[in-house]
C-alpha cells in the first residue's frame, strides 16, 4: 500500500448501513400482496423487475417503489386497490427518510486517513437520494472529491480517472459490491479492499473471482483500514 495516495470510498453498506433498510421495505410489499400470491413470488418478482427496470430507472428507492407498483398491479391481476398502492408509495417514502446510520466508527475512520490521504467518495444511484444521504451522514467534510455515478462500470471509473486525473497505482477503492467496487478496479489494474457486509443485493452478490489476485485485500471491518493504510 506504500504507493497509495487516493482512497475512494464507496457509501452504502460500507460507510452506512443500507440494504437492510431496503430488505424491510420489500417485506412489506411482499406482506401487502400476500392475499395475491406467495412470498416467494412476491420476492422473486420484485428482484426480475428491479434488474429489468435497472437502465430505464436506474438504482435505488424511487426506482424501487415504481418496480414495487409495477409487480402488485401485475401480481394481483389488476386487482390492487388504490389505498394499497398508496401504502407502496409510502413504503418508498419510508427509505427516502430513513435515518442514516453509521458502519463500524465510520467517522473515526475516515477522519484518521484524512490525515494522510485524499478522500473521495464513489456512490451509485439516485442523485437526489445519495445527497441526501450524504449529508446526513455528517462524512461529507471529510472528502476532497464526491462522486454521484449511474452505475460502476469499468468504463464508469475509468472515464473518472482521467477526468480526476488518478494513476491506478497510486489508487485504493474500499467497498461491499464485489460487482461494483472491487471487480472493475482490479481490472483497471489500482488496488481494491473488499469489506463483505452481512446483507448485499443480490445483483451485486459474484461467486466467482480471483480471492488471491495480486491488488486485492480483504478485511473484515472499516477500522481495520487504519492497521493497513496508517
Ligand atoms: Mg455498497
Given amino acids: 500500500m506504500k ?3 487516493v482512497i475512494a470510498f464507496d457509501a452504502d453498506d460500507t460507510l452506512w448501513d443500507n440494504q437492510p433498510h431496503f430488505n424491510e421495505i420489500i417485506t412489506g410489499f411482499v406482506k401487502l400482496l400476500k392475499p395475491y400470491c406467495s412470498e416467494k413470488t412476491a420476492w422473486d418478482a420484485i428482484y426480475r423487475t428491479q434488474v429489468e427496470n435497472l437502465p430505464l430507472y436506474g438504482f435505488g428507492a424511487r ?3 415504481l418496480s414495487m407498483t409495477q409487480e402488485a398491479c401485475k401480481l394481483s391481476n389488476y386487482q390492487i386497490d388504490a389505498a394499497s398502492i398508496e401504502k407502496i408509495l409510502q413504503l418508498g417514502r419510508k427509505l427516502l427518510t430513513m435515518p442514516v446510520e453509521l458502519l463500524d466508527s465510520a467517522q473515526e475512520v475516515v477522519k484518521k486517513l484524512k490525515e ?7 456512490t451509485k444511484g439516485d442523485l437526489v437520494e445519495q445527497e441526501r444521504k450524504l449529508r446526513d451522514s455528517g ?3 471529510y472528502f476532497h472529491h464526491i462522486e454521484i ?8 471509473y475509468q472515464n473518472l480517472f482521467e477526468r480526476l486525473n488518478l494513476k491506478p497505482e497510486e489508487f485504493v477503492m474500499v467497498g461491499n459490491s ?4 472491487i471487480i472493475p478496479i482490479l481490472e483497471l489494474n489500482a488496488k481494491a479492499i473488499y469489506i463483505p ?8 452478490n459474484v461467486k466467482d473471482y480471483d480471492k488471491n489476485h495480486k491488488n486485492l485485500t480483504q478485511i473484515e471491518k472499516l477500522s481495520d483500514l487504519i492497521k493497513i493504510l496508517m
Avoid at 178 to 181: A, H, M
Fill in 149 to 156: 455515478l449511474s452505475d460502476k462500470k469499468v468504463e464508469d
Fill in 63 to 65: 426506482s424501487l417503489t
Fill in 178 to 181: 464485489l460487482k461494483s467496487d
Fill in 116 to 122: 494522510k490521504y485524499r478522500l473521495i467518495l464513489i
Fill in 3 to 5: 504507493s497509495i495516495k
Fill in 197 to 204: 457486509y452481512h446483507s448485499t443485493w443480490e445483483h451485486e
Fill in 139 to 141: 462524512l461529507i467534510k
